[in-house]
T-cell receptor, first 113, second 111 residues
Framework: QQQVKQSPQSLIVQKGGIPIINCAYE??????FPWYQQFPGKGPALLIA?????SEKKEGRFTISFNKSAKQFSLHIMDSQPGDSATYFC????????????FGKGTKLSVIP | KAGVTQTPRYLIKTRGQQVTLSCSPI?????VSWYQQTPGQGLQFLFE???????NKGNFPGRFSGRQFSNSRSEMNVSTLELGDSALYLC??????????FGSGTRLTVV
């Protein structure tokens, strides 16, 4: 199975809150899990990525938590700001001679002042 | 360093026509991939090229094709356009460490 399931579809938080977006995958061959941020009219931009050998990775206000046994990973945005309002996509890749990414359906995040 | 450049940004075509989209990757990136983005289906993989060879292909009909040139620039072509082909077509180039950089896309509208 190549599917990556993402939830929730949309999320509204107040400024300073910690939105959490969750993803689950089925293919155990996946070995690279990036998160992308997309603003209207722009292409997705890589935020942060993790590999299965670590359980957590932080970059600035963004943290990925990874649970290999549950085949789940999540994005946490600390101290969220209105400028973080965007659509977020999780993705997964198995390498294996290709960089093909399988994307989740996306989460539209709105951070209200 | 310049990012991924896609041209044109917007395109309106009539059903039955064909269209060619262009992508210039980041200098030094040898892998170029194409994705289709629609509100209903999200981001779907079309194909990937590496050093002028198609390395992988998504589940799209044969009307969708692509190629990569020796300078890594890539084009994708859609023939016999259908209304359902209306979408944002995204090109991404990547280096060895899996990092994908997307362009801003070409918005194709089929009428």
């Amino acid at each position: 199975q190549q599917q990556v399931k993402q939830s929730p579809q949309s999320l509204i938080v107040q400024k300073g809150g910690i939105p959490i977006i969750n993803c689950a995958y089925e293919n155990t061959a996946f070995d690279y899990f990036p998160w992308y941020q997309q603003f209207p009219g722009k292409g997705p931009a890589l935020l942060i990525a993790i590999r299965p050998d670590v359980s957590e990775k932080k970059e600035g206000r963004f943290t990925i938590s990874f649970n290999k046994s549950a085949k789940q990973f999540s994005l946490h945005i600390m101290d969220s700001q209105p400028g973080d309002s965007a659509t977020y996509f999780c993705a997964a890749s198995s390498g294996a001679g290709s960089y093909q990414l399988t994307f989740g359906k996306g989460t539209k995040l709105s951070v209200i002042p | 360093k310049a990012g991924v450049t896609q041209t044109p940004r917007y395109l309106i075509k009539t059903r039955g026509q064909q269209v060619t989209l262009s992508c210039s990757p980041i200098s030094g990136h040898r892998s170029v991939s194409w994705y289709q983005q629609t509100p209903g289906q999200g981001l779907q993989f079309l194909f990937e090229y590496f050093s002028e060879t198609q390395r992988n292909k998504g589940n799209f009909p044969g009307r969708f094709s692509g190629r990569q040139f020796s300078n890594s620039r890539s084009e994708m072509n859609v023939s016999t356009l259908e209304l359902g082909d209306s979408a944002l077509y995204l090109c991404a180039s990547s280096s060895r460490d899996y990092g994908y950089t997307f362009g801003s896309g070409t918005r194709l509208t089929v009428v």
